[in-house]
C-alpha cells in the first residue's frame, strides 16, 4: 500500500509537467492545425536555458523560469515567422517535414555547443514526508507551478481579448479575419505560446532530471500519447491526460516490469486514435 | 416505363438537426429530373446519403431494383451511379487526361488502362475539353473544371448522374451549351438528377421536378406544375408575385 | 510509338541502379561496395516508402517499423532456427506484409496528421514491444555466430552474396515501384493521394487499395531488414527501429521527388551521398544535422515536387523519359 | 526566388557526387614511402566523438593516443633484425552508433590498409566491428567491450583486455559477504544493455549460490532519467544492498535519486559511473558507493608483484602512465577508459615484440600465447574454440567513495589484498 501511495504521487508530479508540455503541443494544433515536431528540442532548449540561467549567471532556478517564458515566447514567434507561417495551409506533410526540419537544426547546433552530454542542475530543496510518502520538493515546486501556469493560460485564453482571438482563430479563422482579427498575429502568439509552455516544461524537468540536448525527445512522444489522450486541440484535455499518463506511469510498475510502461503507453495511443481519435475528452473537429 | 431509382421515406439527421426528412420519389429510367430549393433545403444532401457519402438515418434507396441504403460510395459508382459535385473536385496534379480515365477505369464498366484511354478521350471530345488533356488538372478555369467533373462521370458510362450544381458560376453562353450537354447525355440514355439554382435553364430541361425546403419534400411534378406551386413559389422566393413572373419568364 | 521508348521511364531507372552495383564490381574495393551497399538499402527503401507516400499520400512517419520487423523475424530464423538466408528473406518479408495488412485496415482509416502520428506510435510500440520479449532477446537483441558464414563459402564471399542479393531487391523494388505506378491500381492510388472522397465517388475502392499499397510499401523492407541484420551480424531493439531513419527516408524520397520511379532513387543516392560528404567534412561535421536541416526545409517550402517533379513540371517533354 | 534556391541545390547536389567522387583524396593519411629498416603498422579504430560514449571513448583514444605518441617519440619499435616499426593511425567518428560502424571499419581494413584494429568503445559496436576484423583476417584487440558474448560467437582474431562483464560483480558479493555477514536480500537494478545484462546475470546466480535472496531483479531503458519507480521497488522489497547500473550517466542519476529520496542500504555497487573521477560531482550522494573498477592508479600491479605471480612484466608503471597522461591532457586525471585505451597498446607492443615482425599471423600467434603483467594488470586470453579471445588474466577492483581529508576520495577496498582503506559499512 505504501508503495502505491509512493509510486502514484511520483507519478502524478510528474504528470503535472507532462500535462504543460502537451498543452503547448494541442494549443498549437488546436489553432493551427500543424504537428510541432520541433517541440522536443524545444523542450531541451528550456532545459539548457535553466542550465545556462542557473549554473552560469547564477541566478535562482525559478526567477530564471521568468525568463525562459519569455526567450520560448520569442522563439516560438521568430519559427512561426519564418518557418510555420508558410506552411499552415500547406499539406499535413509539409507542416511536419518543416517542423522536422527546424528539430533538426536546433538538435544540431544544439550538439555542436553541448554536445550530447548530461547535463544537470544540480539544485536541492531537500525532501519531505507525508504520512508514508517521501517527496522531493523540487518536484513538488514544478507540480505547482504547471498549475498555476495552468491557471494562468486558462485565465488568458478566457478572459484576455488576445485570448478570445486565439479561441476565434482557432474556431474559424476565415469568419475571425472578417470581424477583424489579426490573425497572422495571432497566430504567431499562439505558436509563441505552444512553445513557452514547451520550455517551461523542459525548465521544469531540469530543476530535478538529468538532461541531454536529445532528452526533449522522449518528452516530445509523450506529449503525442498526451494530446490525443486528451484531444488533439484541447488544451485543457492535454493537462487531464498529462494527469492520466503520470498515473499509468505511477501504477504499472507497482506489478510489472518498469520497462513495459512505454508499450502500454504506445499501444494505448494507437487505440485511442483508432476508436476515438478525437479523444477521451472531445477536441476540434 | 422502368424505375431506375426509388427513394423511400429518406430521413438524415446530424446531431439534432434534421437535414433531410421523409424524402420519397421514384425516378423513371431516362429521365432528367430537377431538384430545387432554397440554400440550406438539404439538396446536397439527398445527393450525398444516395449515394453512399452518409448513411440514412431511416428509409430507403432502392437502385434497379436492389436496395442499395449506406452502400459505400465507390459501389454505387460501381453500381453504374456517377455524380459531379458542387465544389469541384479535381485531382490536381493528374493531367485532365488521367482524371476522366480513372473515371472510365473505377466506375460501371472497371476498363482496363488500354481500353479505358480511348474512351476518356472521346468523353473529353465530347465536353470539349480535347485540347487540355495533357495539362494538369489544377490548370484549369472554373467552366473547364466543371466539365472535367462531368466527363469524370460520363467516363464511367453510368446509368445515373447526380450533378449538383454544373451551371453554378457560368456565363450566359456557357450555360447554353452546358444545357445543351446535358440534354446529349440524356439522349445517350443516362438517366439525370440535377440540382440547380438556375431556374431558367432548369426548367427548361427538366422532365420532373422535385423541391425540397428545410429538409422536407414541399412538391413535386412536372415544370409547368411546380411553376404554379403557391407553396414553391413563396418558400422559394419569398415574395410569390416576383416569382410567378420569373418562373413564366423561365417557360417562355 | 516503339515499344521500348514505352518503357524508357523504367530502362532509366534500372540503368542508374545497375551501374551502382557494377561500380565496386570494376574498382573490385570491398569499401566501394560497402558504399554501394548503403545507397542501395536507401534506394530500395526510399521506393519502398514511395509507394504509400508518394502513390497514395499517406505519410507514413514510422516505416522503418517493417525493416526491423522483418530483420528481427529473419535474425530469429538464421540465428535460433537455423534456417538459410533466402527463406528467412521470403518469410521476413512475408511477415512484415501481413503485419501491415492488418494493421493498415485499421490505422488507413486515419487521415493526414493522424495517420503520421498513428505510424509514429506503431513504431514506439513495437520498438517497446520488443525490448519486453524474451523470446526475441529482449533489449539486448541477438547474435549470429560466426560459423554461419562457412555455409556460404566464408566471410568474404557471404558478404559479396549479400551484396548480390541487395542489388536484386533493389532492382525488384524498382520494377514493382514502375509497375505500381503505371498500372490501374497505381492509377487509383494517385486519385486517392488528390482526393480520397471524389476517388471513392468514382468508384475506387479506397480502403482496399491503400490497404495493398501498405502492404507493398512494406515487403520491401522488411526482406532488407532481414539481409542487413544478417550481414551485422547482431540485432538489437533500438538500431533496428531508429524513427531518424524512417524521416530520413521522407527525406529521400522528397529531396527525389515523391510520387516519381525516380525520384528515391535520386534522392537516396544523393542523401546518402551527401551525408557522407557532410560527415567527413570537417567545418560541417559538428553541424552535418543542421545543414541537413536547412536543406530539408529549402525543399519543403520551395520545391515541395523534388527534383525530378520539378524537372518534369518545368520541361513536360521530359515526362516521358522521367517517370 | 524559387529558381535560383532550385539552382543552388543542384549545384550542391552536383557538388556531392564530385567530391564523393574524388573523396579519397581526404580520407587520412597513411604511410609515406618507408625507408628499408623502417616499416609503419598501420593502427585502425572508430571512437565515438560525438554521441552517448562521446565521454568514455574520448578518454579510451586519449590513452591510446598516448602510448603512440610516446613509443613514436623514442624511435618506434624495433625488432631483433634492427627494423624501425613506425606507428600511424587510422581513424573516424563512428557517432556511438552501429549504423556506420560496419562501414567504417570495412574502410579501415581494406582502404586504409590498417595492420591491426582497436575496437570501438562499447560491446554493442564492438560486437559489429569484430565481424568485419574476422571477415578480413584482421587482429582486432578489443578494450572498452567487456560483454562476454562477443568472444563466443566462433572468432579467432579478436582479444579483449577487459575482464569480461561476467566477473564484473561477483567481487561486490564476496565483499558484502566479507562485511555484512547479516544481509540475506539483494536487489539488481539494472540497465538493459548487452554489457550490463551480462554483469548482473552472472553476479545474480553467483549471489544465489552464496544464499543471498535476490528480491528484486530489474532492468531499465539505456535512457532512463527518472528512477522514482525503481527506487520504490527498492524500498518496497526491503533489500538490504543493491547492486546494479549501467553507464555513467544513469549510474550517477541513479545515485543522486536514491540519495535524494533518503533511502537506507548497507551496500550499494554500482557499475562503471563510480570509478569515474566525475562521480565526486554527486558530492554526499558519491559517499559510500561502491564501483568495479578495470583499473585504479592506486593498483599495485608492479614488477615485484609479476614476480609474486610468476608472469612476465611488460611496460611502464602505474605511475608513470598517470604522470604522462595528466601532463599531456592539460591535468585530466586517468580514468580506467584511458588506462585501457593504453593498455591495448602496452599489449600491441608486446605482441609486435613476441612476434618479432608485423605479420598479422605471428602477432595472433603471440597474443594466443601472452600471459603478462602490465600497470593494468594481468593479461591472458582464453584460447579454446568456444571462448576464444575473452580475457582470463585480468582481474577487477572494488572502489568506494570514502570522506578523506580533502574531501571525498575514492579508496579501493576489494580485494583485500590491494586494498588501500577497509570498506565503509553500512552506508551512513
Known sequence: MDFLLASLSDGLLIGFIYGIAAMGLSLIFGVMDVINLAHGPVIALGMFSLYLLYSVLGLHPYFGLVIVAVVGLLLGMIMYAIVVRRVIDAPHLSSLLATFAVNMVIIGLGTAVFSTAPYNVDFSLGRFSVGPVTLIATRVIGALVAILVTIGLYIFLYKSRPGRYIRAVANNKTAAELVGVPSNFILALSFGIGTMLAALAGALIATFFPFTILAGGTYELKSFVIVVLGGLGNPVGALVGGLILGLIEGIIPTFMETTWVPVVEFVMFVMILLVRPTGLFGAKQ | MTILLQVEGLTKKFGGLTALSDVTFDLPEGQIMG??????????????????????????????????????????????????????????????????????????????????????????????????SDQLASSLNIAQKKRLEMARALAAQPHLILMDEVLAGLNQSEITEMVETVRKIRDQGITIIMIEHVMEAVMKVSDHMIVLNFGAQIAEGTPEVIQSNPAVIEAYLGDPKLAQKLMQKAME | MKNWQKYLGLIISLLAVTLLAVWPLITSKPVDREVAFTILKGIALASSLNIILGYTGYVSFGHIVYFGLGGYIGFYLISQQGWSIYPSMLAGGLIAGLFAFLLGKAILRLRGAYFALATIGVNMAVLSFISNFDLLGGPIGMTLNFNIYKEYGGAAQALQLIFYLMVAITLITIIVSYLVRTSKFGLGLLAIREDEDAAEVMGVVAPNLKTWAYVLSAIFPGVIGVLFFFKNGSIEPHPAFPLHTSIELIVMVMLGGQGTVFGPILGAAAYQRMRGLLLTTPIFKNIQLSVAGVLLLIIVLFIPAGVVGWIRNRFPITRRVLQ | MKRTLFTILTLLLAASFLLGACQTGTEPEVAEEAKPDEVTLVIGFTSSITGKYETSSGRQVRGFNLWMDQVNDAGGITLSDGTVVKLEVATYDDESNTDRIQELYTRLATEDNADLLISPYSSGLTAAASIIAEQNGKVMITTGAAADSNYQQGYTLVFQIYTPASRYLTGAVDLLASVGPEVTKVAFVYEDTKFSTGVVEAAKAYAEGMGYEVVLYEGYAADTSDFGPFINKIVDSGAEAILGGGHFQDGSTFARQLHEKGVDTNLFALLVAPPEPDFADLGEAALGVIGPSQWEPLAAYTPESAEVAGVEWFGPSSDDFVTAYTGAYDGEEPSYHSAGGYAAGVVLQNAVLTADSTDPVAIKAALDAMDLMIFFGNIKFDTSEENHGLQIGHSMIYIQWQEGEDGLSKQVVWPKAGATSDAIYPIP
Open chain 2, 35 to 132: 431538384l430545387i430549393g432554397p440554400n440550406g433545403a438539404g439538396k446536397t444532401t439527398l445527393f450525398n446519403v444516395v449515394n453512399g457519402v452518409y448513411p440514412a438515418t431511416k428509409g430507403k434507396v432502392i437502385f434497379k431494383g436492389k436496395d442499395v441504403t449506406n452502400v459505400k460510395t465507390y459501389e454505387m459508382a460501381q453500381l453504374g451511379l456517377a455524380r459531379t459535385h458542387q465544389i469541384v473536385k479535381p485531382l490536381n496534379e493528374l493531367s485532365v487526361l488521367d482524371n476522366v480515365i480513372v473515371g472510365a477505369c473505377f466506375g460501371r464498366q472497371g476498363f482496363g488502362l488500354g481500353k479505358a484511354t480511348p474512351i476518356a478521350e472521346e468523353v473529353l471530345e465530347f465536353v470539349d475539353l480535347a485540347d487540355r
